[in-house]
């Protein structure tokens, strides 16, 4: 039975991330979200049921537009196989996999978005929020205790600040951003899923997490200094859901 749920949650997670990755390609150019039918995004044509199976349709074309040949982004088959996989993991490690998906496919999108674009859109931080929110009050119901409201709250606040403040402080030191303007919101709604201490534990995770990429890009043969701009949201977005999952949710 179990394996059923792990590729039902796959498939639903597949379909997900097929809309994540519209989201990805089309947001930042302003290009609308929903529309009447699905087309190619270089030649306009429209896609037929067959050719919108995620995953396998990239897969049997060759990840190329039957009609004009031209590359389908890449970074659609990513997020497809991303979203499929927070299924099958939520499932499979998760005290509350519904749950899990909702963090898991929002995060992914904001750590695709500001690893592609260096951007975390506030509206999609505040959606996070919202739903983070949300599970603590039900948890707080669930378990007739409302310290549950009281951890995100302060998670919330926590979450938001001490990435603020490292931005004033680093501006204040050395006369420039330091931070993008989306990191602190995007930890603040961090911090309503996971509480005060998720948030410290996503800012170990996320810092090693650098750590080991500048490692690998300087083994590339990259010069790392310090003003080598990192996509911090990513890493704190790749370091928030294990860490909630590890929180035993």
């Known amino acids: 039975m179990l394996i059923v749920f792990i590729l039902g949650a796959m498939a639903l997670g597949a379909v997900i991330g097929s809309f994540l990755g519209v989201v990805l390609i ?8 929903v529309v009447a039918r699905s087309a190619c995004d270089t030649c306009d044509k429209e896609l ?13 074309q060759g990840g190329k537009c039957r009609e004009c040949g031209s590359a389908i982004d890449r970074w659609q088959l990513a997020a ?16 509350f996999p519904i749950w899990a998906m909702v963090l898991g496919w929002q995060l992914l999108l904001l750590a695709m978005l500001d690893l592609r ?22 948890m707080g119901y669930w378990s007739e205790d ?27 030191w050395r006369g420039q951003e330091g931070l993008g303007g989306g ?3 995007l930890l603040g709604a961090i911090g309503l899923w996971l509480g005060p201490l998720g948030v410290i534990h996503t800012l170990l995770v996320a810092s090693l997490g650098g750590l080991a990429v500048a490692a690998v ?17 990513t890493l704190l977005a790749l370091a928030a859901w294990p860490v909630f999952l590890w929180q035993g949710m």
């Open 117 to 138: 674009h260096m951007w975390l859109p506030r509206q999609l931080s505040a959606l996070l929020g919202a739903s983070g929110a949300l599970f603590a009050l039900v």
């Open 146 to 172: 409302v310290m549950a409201v009281v951890q995100s709250m302060v998670g919330g606040v926590f979450g938001f600040a001490v990435l603020w403040l490292l931005g004033q402080g680093y501006l204040a």
């Open 26 to 33: 089309r947001m930042p150019d302003g290009r609308p979200l």
């Open 183 to 185: 990191d602190p919101p």
């Open 217 to 233: 890009l300087r083994a590339a043969g990259q010069r790392i200094t310090r003003d080598t701009m990192l996509p911090l949201g």
């Open 80 to 95: 497809e196989l991303g979203g499929a996989a927070i299924g099958a993991m939520a499932v499979m490690l998760s005290t």
């Open 48 to 60: 037929k049921p067959f050719e919108l199976v995620p995953i396998l349709s990239w897969v049997i």
